[in-house]
């Protein structure tokens, strides 16, 4: 049975893989295990030491004038949402959270899951601003920076955001946030109402009424508005 490791600290979660290393030992990075079955997960035997990101759990930064934070790959997404909501601000990330919503921002990041938010803001990988990694041996890398014009490095938060760990182990990450929408507006063709069973705030629906199309051309008989006609359902975020 693989041995487990719950290291609190960077250093900690450094020398534990450089000593894994050292010795020749296979290891697993988990998070909160919510999707630990995705992908191509190891069989039982794989690995001899079994490193959880559990202790990695705080805010490490919120700046909440430049929607701004860094945050370590332990917190459980959730509990970073409710400490960015009560400044009005929000990730614009809503992947499946495991069945008790204990999903790991670093979980999230290194399996790339996104939901319909993913269609206005991008995927996580795009969220992204700098991050603080660590690799097999122990060596500890960072790149990018706070801020969303920055240049500094080889942009290492992209490769791994969707590694499966299987490039090393996401230890923090700075990203973007936005703002959160107070309240649903109107559009200017027709009503916007709230989309049923839509996972996030501010997720709304625009249905807009098309004016009817004239008749198609080389087609005989053709109805008037029976191309083009009904209704346009777009989706946007507010």
């Given at each position: ?14 020398s534990a ?198 008749p198609m ?22």
């Open positions: 049975m693989a041995h487990q490791l719950q290291p609190t600290s960077l250093h900690e979660a450094a893989l450089a000593e894994a290393s050292a010795a020749g030992q296979a290891v697993r990075i988990l998070g909160a295990g919510t999707k630990a079955q995705w992908g191509a997960p190891a069989a039982a035997g794989a690995f001899d030491l079994e490193l959880c990101t559990g202790g990695l759990d705080r805010i490490v930064e919120h700046n909440a004038g430049d929607l701004t934070a860094v945050l370590e790959a332990g917190l459980p997404l959730a509990s970073a949402q409710r400490t960015f909501a009560a400044a009005g601000q929000r990730l614009a990330l809503d992947p499946w959270e495991g069945a008790a919503g204990k999903a790991t921002v670093g979980g999230v990041l290194a399996t790339g899951d996104s939901g319909p938010l993913r269609h206005r803001y991008g995927a996580p990988r795009d969220l992204v601003l700098g991050m603080t990694v660590l690799l097999s041996d122990g060596t500890v890398a960072s790149s990018g920076g706070k801020v969303i014009k920055n240049v500094a490095g080889y942009d290492l938060a992209k490769l791994f955001c969707g590694s499966f760990g299987t490039l090393g182990l996401i230890a923090s990450v700075s990203g973007g946030e936005h703002r959160r929408s107070g309240r649903a507006g109107r559009g200017r063709a027709g009503a916007v109402r709230r989309a049923a069973g839509a996972r996030a705030p501010g997720f709304l629906v625009e249905i807009r009424p098309r004016a009817p199309a004239g051309r080389g087609c005989p008989g053709a109805r008037p508005g029976a191309a083009g006609g009904g209704t346009d359902g777009r989706l946007q975020a507010g």
